[in-house]
Structure formats: C-alpha cells, structure tokens
C-alpha cells in the first residue's frame, strides 16, 4: 500500500493534459493493482492460488515499471522525483519475481514428494 499511495502523489504532479492523463490512469491502476493483488496472494487458499496471484503482481509491478519508463521519457516530471520511485517498482519487481520463482519450485519440489511416498 505504501507503494501505491507513493505512485498517487507522483501521479498528482503529472501535467493534466491529455497524455498526461492517459499515462497517469494507467499508472494508478498499475501500482494500486499490486498491492491489491499481494494482499489476495497473501490470504490464498492454495498454493496453486498463491502462485497465480503472485503472477499477476508480477505482472501488474512490471506494467507499473514501464508506465514509470514512459512518464520518465515524457519529462513530465524531473528525474528527481520519478527515479526514486522508479528504483523502488524494480526492487519489488525482483522480489516478487524471485517469491514466485521459489514459490514454483516448491510447488513442483512437492508434488514430486507426494509421488514418492505413494
């Protein structure tokens, strides 16, 4: 959540024309989406759930990393304030994207386990 509520101030700064506008929509549906979609991942009933949930905040933070590469092409805002969010989206991205790397392993690792004891 705390990454999301970044990305909104962000947001607040972009310029309101048109562009600025589509770029922002996309960007906050992005960024909130992540949070949104870990909290699912973390209340999963399975470890299928878990795996596909996790997927999609992979996905949702990569996504918010490209629309962060756009605003930064734009120069609609200064480097100095779209960086540090910038760094933050590709720390989580290689955290997420490792959880769910380990996560499939397990799954597999398991699966393997239940078919030697039977």
Known sequence: M???LTVLRLIDNVPTTPSGQVISRQLAKSATSVG???RACCNARSRVEFIARLGVVVEEIDETLYWLDVIA???FLPPSH???VRAEASELRAIFA???GTARINLKMSKSND???R
Do not use: M
């Open 73 to 75: 092409g734009s120069r």
């Open 82 to 84: 779209v960086d540090p």
């Open 2 to 4: 705390s990454f999301a």
């Open 36 to 38: 949104a979609n870990y």
């Open 98 to 100: 490792k959880s769910l």
């Open 115 to 117: 078919q030697i004891t």
